[in-house]
């Protein structure tokens, strides 16, 4: 039995020109929709993540409190509960799953909350990676429905040099013979082995691992955090869901589409939104210098740094004063 509600969207036409066929948009509802339909919080999920794994920031004792608001948790294209290429079915599957952008992602997203649950207003949206790249495209796709936008570590373009960090991933992937051009019969378990590998290098910052921030997180030394840690974080995930949900990082940029143009500084401006945008101090994939741009362009935004050296993952659940300054800045936004 999933834990889930599956949005049957029909056949969708994708920005890059292909059809998604009889697309499905897997979510989930924490809390219940007032009458007025204005308690709403939306909270995209991130890369290769499912809606299990943002479940930590909504609670009773968190600013995502489902006793207040209606949270709905929409998972992205290509993460194997939505439309993939892991349970599309053929001439689209597996390889030959279409290019997915974030724009396409968000504009499925407004059809379920629209079309299903007849949603006018948004109070917040909130994401985490690409789910702070799909927050920002909710601000500038739909300025007069989003009130406020809390992007935590993450962009609202990949940068050229998170462009490249991403093709050491995907070659260390796709190195595995066993990948056969992602027609493979059995996973390429040694190449999503060389992939955590080449994560670990960039999810955390280099004094996390000077200050030996994982033996004090419980592993018993740095080679069992590189295989329990991060190899077991990818080991089970399809290599081509991961391969699908690359492409769509590697291609985001809220400019990228016909109300902008390829105008990147005209979308962040079209972003009415209240915003509290929130890099990582030791984020290597989104430095608080990206951040400064955006905020210097967007009219009605607040930058907030994690002063934190657990880099990329700042914004987790791994260390308890990082979960309390986002809290802290989700709280005072729903309450401005």
Not at 231 to 241: C, L, R, S, V
Request: net charge negative; hydrophobic share 40%.
């Amino acid at each position: 039995m999933s834990d889930y509600e599956i949005f049957d969207a029909g056949d969708v036409v994708l920005q890059k020109g292909a059809t998604l066929r009889d697309a499905k948009l897997a979510y989930k509802t924490y809390g219940t929709l007032n009458a007025k339909k204005d308690n709403v919080i939306i909270q995209p999920t991130w890369y290769s993540g499912h809606h299990t794994d943002v479940e930590w920031t909504i609670g009773e004792d968190q600013a995502l409190d489902p006793r207040q608001y209606f949270i709905i948790v929409p998972n992205m294209l290509g993460n194997g509960l939505s439309s993939s290429p892991s349970n599309t079915p053929a001439p689209y599957d597996k390889a030959r799953f279409p290019h997915v952008t974030a724009c396409d992602n968000v504009r499925l997203q407004h059809r379920l909350v629209t079309e299903v649950f007849g949603i006018e207003r948004i109070k917040l949206v909130t994401g985490w990676s690409m789910g702070a790249l799909q927050t920002f495209h909710w601000g500038c796709l739909y300025p007069d429905m989003v009130e406020r936008i809390v992007p935590t570590c993450g962009s609202a373009k990949c940068s050229r040099h998170n462009f490249v960090f991403l093709e050491g991933v995907k070659a260390a992937l796709t190195a595995d013979d066993a990948w056969k051009g992602g027609w493979y019969e059995k996973p390429p378990t040694k190449g999503l082995r060389a992939m955590a590998r080449v994560y670990a290098g960039w999810g955390f910052s280099q004094t996390f691992y000077r200050v030996e921030e994982d033996l004090k997180l419980g592993f018993s030394s740095l080679e069992d955090f590189l295989v329990a840690f991060w190899e077991g974080f990818f080991i089970h995930k399809d290599a081509n869901n991961l391969l699908a949900m690359l492409w769509t990082w590697q291609n985001g940029d809220i400019g990228d589409n016909e109300l902008y143009g390829g105008d990147f500084k005209k979308a962040l401006a079209g972003i009415k939104a209240k915003a509290i945008v929130m890099p990582g101090r030791t984020d290597l994939y989104f430095p608080p210098e990206d951040s400064e741009i955006e905020v210097a362009n967007m009219p009605n935004a607040e930058l907030r740094v994690f002063e934190s050296y657990y880099g990329h993952f700042a914004s987790s659940f791994l260390n308890p004063a990082d979960v309390a300054f986002q809290n802290e800045a989700i709280r005072e936004i729903l309450a401005s």
